[in-house]
C-alpha cells in the first residue's frame, strides 16, 4: 500500500495593513522550544527538587528564492525596521491555518545554491503561534 503525504504550506505575511501571499518561500521551518531547567537547592539527598517552567519560544526559518527585479518582501528593510508582523500558512489538505503573531526578523543571510540561484535565508522569531 503506498503512503499518500499530503502538506501544502501557502504562506502569507501581513504587515503595516498589507496582506500579501508569498510566491517565493522555498521551505518554511518551524521550532517550538519550551526550556525547562533542574531547581538544584541544598538538600540531604544532593539531587534537584524538580524544573522551573520555561518561557515558550518561537522560531521560525524561511528560505526565500530572490527574484530578479523587486522581490515581494524587503527582509533587510523588515530586520532594520524592527517592525512586528503576521506570518500565516495552511497546512495539509484539510485546510488548517497557522499563524505566527508579532513576529520580527533576526537574521538574514544570502546563500547560493548548486543551480546557481540565489536563495535567502530569513530567521524569525514569534510571540505566540495560533492555529484555527
Same mark, same amino acid.
Given at each position: /500500500?503506498?503512503?499518500?503525504?499530503?502538506?501544502?504550506?501557502?504562506?502569507?505575511?501581513?504587515?503595516?495593513?498589507? *496582506? %500579501?501571499?508569498?510566491?517565493?518561500?522555498?521551505?518554511?521551518?518551524?521550532?517550538?522550544?519550551?526550556? %525547562?531547567?533542574?531547581? %538544584?537547592? /541544598?538538600?540531604?539527598?544532593?539531587?534537584?527538587?524538580?524544573?522551573?517552567?520555561?518561557?515558550? !519560544?518561537?522560531?521560525?526559518?524561511?528560505?526565500?528564492? &530572490?527574484?530578479?527585479?523587486?522581490?515581494?518582501?524587503?527582509?533587510?528593510?523588515?530586520?532594520?525596521?524592527?517592525?512586528?508582523?503576521?506570518? +500565516?500558512?495552511?497546512?495539509?489538505?484539510?485546510?488548517?491555518?497557522? +499563524?505566527?503573531?508579532?513576529?520580527?526578523?533576526?537574521?538574514? *543571510?544570502?546563500?547560493?545554491?548548486?543551480?546557481?540561484?540565489?536563495?535567502?535565508? &530569513?530567521?524569525?522569531?514569534?510571540?505566540?503561534?495560533?492555529? !484555527?
Amino acid at each position: /500500500m503506498a503512503r499518500e503525504i499530503v502538506d501544502i504550506a501557502h504562506p502569507e505575511i501581513s504587515s503595516s495593513g498589507v *496582506s %500579501k501571499e508569498l510566491d517565493t518561500v522555498v521551505s518554511l521551518s518551524l521550532t517550538e522550544r519550551n526550556p %525547562k531547567t533542574a531547581v %538544584k537547592t /541544598m538538600n540531604r539527598r544532593r539531587r534537584a527538587l524538580g524544573f522551573t517552567r520555561g518561557v515558550k !519560544e518561537i522560531e521560525i526559518e524561511l528560505t526565500v528564492v &530572490v527574484p530578479f527585479g523587486t522581490p515581494d518582501v524587503d527582509w533587510d528593510a523588515l530586520s532594520d525596521s524592527a517592525e512586528e508582523f503576521l506570518l +500565516s500558512w495552511e497546512e495539509g489538505d484539510d485546510g488548517r491555518r497557522r +499563524s505566527a503573531i508579532d513576529c520580527v526578523v533576526t537574521e538574514t *543571510s544570502s546563500p547560493f545554491s548548486e543551480d546557481g540561484e540565489l536563495r535567502k535565508t &530569513v530567521s524569525l522569531l514569534a510571540l505566540d503561534l495560533r492555529s !484555527e
